[in-house]
């Protein structure tokens, strides 16, 4: 067990800690893996409750549930697989068509098609057209940012939806919900309801009626539904070494929902979904037999995936963040231990050994780009903090402290090989990684 407070700097952060000050976290096991989620508690120091019998394996951190946050609308659910299917059976009826005209037929089908190119190209470019105007007209503007982006669905129809995943949510998470009483939930209570009254001058903020939910989950997780659901596991709790931390991350999330990033990401892979049934028809038409056309199928939904879909989930992950801190800066948090947390995470999958993959095979950026990212943002939200009448940042830059905390780590662990090697044992400094 270990503390996860601070010092605060506002007022309400010093409130929190006062209720929490016998607060600690017990680091709980899943009875699924063999290892469980690792914890760190980084308060200018490296964990010092770090021990090889009970390590925990850094799952990656998520900033939305294992599936899409907001489910699709109720329509869309019964008519994408019948497109998907309407598209196969098209373009192989197209190909056995071909296959039986006898040899003189198919000569004139071309002789035609030759004659008539203008036409057919002609068609072709106005199904072109067609599908550009209908992306151009439904552009509106990302609040906030101001970024232009597609949304096909009605704002309050979505959160509807919303609403009926939450209830899924609440019961799946129906015995690992902790009370109002418990110590955990005010804590998160407190900080997520210093972040909205501190941008209450936000019209999204103070439209959306939030309600926290806090899982007994080791999982490093959190996120929030369009409708304004708050889910934080106690994982996260775990993983953030103060209450900055966490701030940063929980206006990450109130960023998502303000941002309305689920609809977002919803409409655009509806549109490239209609755009790919005419590929899909193409493929099964083209193919001589249908396994060729399956892993045709299979290639072009990879290429969409990591080509559209996941770049750009990215890039909306990228934009939370940006918001976030920028919401964390007028609540007066130190913006600094933002890119921390990431630092922490990343150390810590290393120390573990995790394979790290590469950022293009993930919906969510790398610790390391995530972590240089904000410390590009973080002197602009110094500046907005300081507009904010925000009391002076004092203390060391955190930053720093982990820096020079994480490199006398590692120095440590590589004066304890022996002479003769050459590589750093990570298992080593595993087992050593809670005396540091």
Same mark, same amino acid.
């Given at each position: *067990?270990?503390?996860?407070?601070?010092?605060?700097?506002?007022?309400?952060?010093?409130?929190?800690?006062?209720?929490?000050?016998?607060?600690?976290?017990?680091?709980? *096991?899943?009875?699924?893996?063999?290892?469980?989620?690792?914890? =760190?508690?980084?308060?200018?120091?490296?964990?010092?409750?770090?021990?090889?019998?009970?390590?925990?394996?850094?799952?990656?951190?998520?900033?939305?549930? $294992?599936?899409? @946050?907001?489910?699709? /609308?109720?329509?869309?659910?019964?008519?994408? /697989?019948?497109?998907?299917?309407?598209?196969?059976?098209?373009?192989?009826?197209?190909?056995?068509?071909?296959?039986?005209?006898? /040899?003189?037929?198919?000569?004139?089908?071309?002789?035609?098609?030759?004659?008539?190119?203008?036409?057919?190209?002609?068609?072709? $470019?106005?199904?072109? &057209?067609?599908? !550009?105007?209908?992306?151009?007209?439904?552009?509106?503007?990302?609040?906030?940012?101001?970024?232009?982006? =597609?949304? =096909?669905?009605?704002?309050?129809?979505?959160?509807?939806?919303?609403?009926?995943?939450?209830?899924?949510?609440?019961?799946?998470?129906?015995?690992?919900?902790?009370?109002?009483?418990?110590?955990?939930? +005010?804590?998160?209570?407190? &900080?997520?309801?210093?972040?909205?009254?501190?941008?209450?001058?936000?019209?999204?903020?103070?439209?959306?009626?939030?309600?926290?939910?806090?899982? #007994?989950?080791?999982?490093?997780?959190?996120?929030?539904?369009?409708?304004?659901?708050?889910?934080?596991?106690?994982?996260?709790? #775990?993983?953030?070494?103060?209450? #900055? +931390?966490?701030?940063?991350?929980?206006?990450?999330?109130?960023?998502?929902? !303000?941002?309305?990033?689920?609809?977002?990401? @919803?409409?655009?892979?509806?549109?490239?979904?209609?755009?790919?049934?005419?590929?899909?028809?193409?493929?099964?038409?083209?193919?001589?037999? #249908?396994?060729?056309? !399956?892993?045709?199928?299979?290639?072009?939904?990879?290429?969409?995936?990591?080509?559209?879909?996941?770049?750009?989930?990215?890039?909306?992950?990228?934009?939370?963040?940006?918001?976030?801190? *920028?919401?964390?800066?007028?609540?007066? &948090?130190?913006?600094?231990? $933002?890119?921390?947390?990431?630092?922490?995470?990343?150390?810590?999958?290393? &120390?573990?050994?995790? +394979?790290?993959?590469?950022?293009?095979?993930?919906?969510?950026?790398?610790?390391?780009?995530?972590?240089?990212?904000?410390?590009?943002?973080?002197?602009?939200?110094?500046?907005?903090?300081?507009?904010?009448?925000?009391?002076?940042?004092?203390?060391?830059? /955190?930053?720093?402290?982990?820096?020079?905390?994480?490199?006398?780590?590692?120095?440590?662990?590589?004066? *304890?090989?022996?002479?003769?090697?050459?590589?750093?044992? =990570?298992?080593?400094?595993?087992?050593?990684?809670?005396?540091?």
């Amino acid at each position: *067990q270990r503390c996860i407070l601070s010092g605060l700097n506002t007022e309400v952060y010093k409130n929190a800690h006062h209720r929490s000050g016998g607060l600690c976290l017990q680091a709980s *096991q899943t009875s699924w893996e063999k290892s469980t989620s690792f914890q =760190l508690s980084f308060a200018g120091q490296l964990p010092h409750c770090f021990s090889a019998g009970n390590s925990q394996i850094v799952r990656p951190f998520h900033t939305s549930p $294992s599936f899409q @946050a907001a489910p699709f /609308p109720l329509l869309w659910i019964i008519i994408k /697989p019948a497109q998907k299917l309407f598209a196969i059976i098209l373009g192989r009826s197209i190909r056995k068509w071909w296959k039986a005209l006898p /040899p003189h037929k198919r000569e004139l089908v071309k002789e035609t098609a030759r004659e008539n190119k203008w036409k057919i190209l002609l068609g072709v $470019s106005g199904l072109g &057209v067609l599908f !550009v105007t209908f992306y151009f007209t439904h552009l509106e503007e990302t609040p906030i940012t101001g970024r232009p982006r =597609l949304l =096909l669905f009605g704002k309050e129809h979505f959160r509807e939806l919303a609403q009926m995943e939450c209830e899924m949510w609440m019961e799946k998470f129906e015995s690992k919900m902790l009370p109002e009483t418990d110590t955990r939930y +005010q804590v998160v209570e407190r &900080v997520f309801g210093h972040l909205c009254e501190s941008n209450k001058d936000i019209p999204q903020v103070s439209a959306l009626k939030w309600v926290i939910h806090v899982v #007994d989950e080791p999982e490093i997780n959190a996120f929030v539904l369009p409708n304004g659901a708050v889910f934080v596991f106690t994982g996260l709790l #775990d993983a953030a070494s103060d209450i #900055d +931390q966490l701030s940063f991350i929980l206006g990450h999330e109130i960023a998502h929902a !303000v941002l309305e990033h689920a609809a977002e990401k @919803a409409s655009l892979v509806h549109f490239l979904d209609f755009l790919s049934l005419i590929f899909l028809t193409v493929i099964w038409a083209i193919c001589p037999r #249908d396994s060729l056309a !399956v892993v045709g199928q299979w290639i072009q939904s990879k290429l969409q995936e990591f080509v559209f879909d996941r770049p750009y989930s990215r890039t909306l992950e990228a934009e939370a963040d940006r918001v976030g801190l *920028q919401f964390a800066a007028k609540a007066c &948090v130190d913006v600094r231990a $933002s890119s921390v947390f990431w630092q922490q995470l990343e150390l810590a999958a290393a &120390v573990l050994g995790q +394979q790290k993959f590469p950022e293009w095979l993930s919906t969510h950026p790398s610790y390391e780009n995530r972590a240089d990212h904000l410390d590009k943002l973080i002197p602009e939200a110094l500046k907005t903090r300081e507009s904010c009448n925000c009391p002076s940042l004092s203390a060391p830059d /955190p930053r720093l402290i982990f820096k020079l905390t994480k490199q006398d780590f590692l120095e440590s662990a590589e004066d *304890q090989q022996p002479p003769n090697s050459t590589t750093r044992d =990570l298992s080593k400094a595993k087992r050593d990684f809670h005396h540091t």
